[in-house]
């Protein structure tokens, strides 16, 4: 839809909407450098003057992190690196399943991210788990990571890999391995996390005479299945990039892919277990609460029996017809009283005695 132009005071105002305005790739990028031999060159590098530079020179790889960029920004970015449409398309719309896919001359790696919210007891959290998304794109001469989220797990993985310049010498794809491996320890410490609040509502919930919150437990029982919906999908990837001989993995990168793959297997099977657990806090929550209702309606039965003694009997003298010789008794009246009260009384008494009351 084309502007509409009009005046307003003599000035010229444009009706384009901001969606159509071209924000520069610029705003997107978190950092981009050129790493040569494992150090990084000296200089701020914009990501046109940076892939040029290593085309030019056939020397070292570009690495460029990315913050949830839009469309034109993605679009600009992969014209410049040669990225396929499908890539650029990923990389835009966000919340794509953990995947590996290869390209003819690019590998793309998904991987969704979680972290854990702090809260002071999980009785009064309202949410456990936050989930984003990490997308690595790995070439022959460049390294591009796209997040999606407010996962902060990436921060210290370029400063970290800069004061090690020999795992860079190993090119782009010792990037792509360290984001992974970070991804899978956070997916640590959010298990942890979660166990240390598994711990403290089963604590909670077989404790003698404390109400059963059956609705917390469902709540984290759903953060459970949404962790582990999250991670579970990233097994096949990871063990793909340690067994596959890629081309763009080195076999020394592969050897720690593996570490990551086995780290992965141990945290899900972790969730596993706590999702399990869960599970039979749910069934024994169920349990308690039928219990609970069983020994309320007995309660409930005991006091209602003995309340029929009393009614009974002033429902029976209460008809008043004439023939009733009781009614011209002259202590009819405390007799019957007397008769009720230890009627109540024998009841309350048995059924105390049965742990009815």
């Given at each position: 839809m084309p502007s509409i132009r009009g005046r307003r005071g003599g000035a010229a105002v444009s009706t384009t909407p901001p969606s159509r305005l071209n924000v520069p790739t610029e705003r997107a990028v978190v950092d981009c450098g050129v790493y040569v031999d494992g150090v990084r060159e000296r200089g701020r590098f914009t990501h046109q003057a940076a892939i040029r530079h290593v085309r030019e020179t056939g020397r070292g790889f570009v690495w460029i992190g990315l913050h949830s960029p839009d469309p034109h920004q993605m679009e600009a970015l992969s014209r410049e690196f040669g990225l396929h449409e499908l890539i650029t398309e990923d990389a835009t719309i966000g919340r794509q399943r953990p995947k590996l896919e290869a390209y003819d001359d690019s590998l793309v790696l998904n991987m969704s991210t979680v972290s854990y919210l702090e809260h002071e007891s999980i009785t009064e959290a309202s949410d456990i788990v936050s989930t984003g998304e990490v997308m690595v794109v790995l070439g022959r001469d460049f390294v591009v990571t796209v997040r999606h989220g407010d996962f902060t797990g990436l921060a210290g993985i370029r400063a970290e890999l800069e004061s090690a310049p020999e795992r860079l010498v190993h090119g782009p794809a010792t990037v792509m391995h360290a984001v992974a491996d970070r991804v899978v320890d956070s997916y640590l410490e959010v298990a942890e996390g979660m166990s240390r609040d598994v711990d403290e509502l089963?604590?909670?919930?077989?404790?003698?005479?404390?109400?059963?919150?059956?609705?917390?437990?469902?709540?984290?029982?759903?953060?459970?299945?949404?962790?582990?919906?999250?991670?579970?999908?990233?097994?096949?990837?990871?063990?793909?990039?340690?067994?596959?001989?890629?081309?763009?993995?080195?076999?020394?990168?592969?050897?720690?892919?593996?570490?990551?793959?086995?780290?992965?297997?141990?945290?899900?099977?972790?969730?596993?277990?706590?999702?399990?657990?869960?599970?039979?806090?749910v069934n024994a929550a169920v349990a308690i609460i039928g219990v609970q209702q069983n020994t309320d309606m007995r309660r409930i039965s005991a006091w209602v029996a003995i309340a029929v003694v009393p009614t009974m009997i002033a429902g029976i003298y209460g008809m008043n017809f004439a023939n009733m010789p009781e009614l011209r008794f002259k202590y009819g009246y405390y007799l019957v009283l007397g008769f009720m009260v230890a009627a109540c009384t024998a009841l309350f008494l048995l059924f105390r005695k049965n742990r009815w009351l």
């Open positions: 089963e604590t909670a919930v077989f404790a003698p005479r404390s109400p059963v919150d059956i609705e917390q437990i469902y709540f984290l029982k759903r953060e459970l299945l949404e962790l582990k919906h999250d991670i579970a999908p990233l097994a096949l990837p990871l063990r793909r990039l340690s067994v596959e001989h890629l081309d763009l993995i080195p076999a020394e990168i592969r050897h720690y892919f593996r570490d990551v793959h086995d780290h992965h297997t141990q945290v899900a099977a972790e969730v596993t277990t706590l999702d399990e657990q869960i599970t039979s806090l």
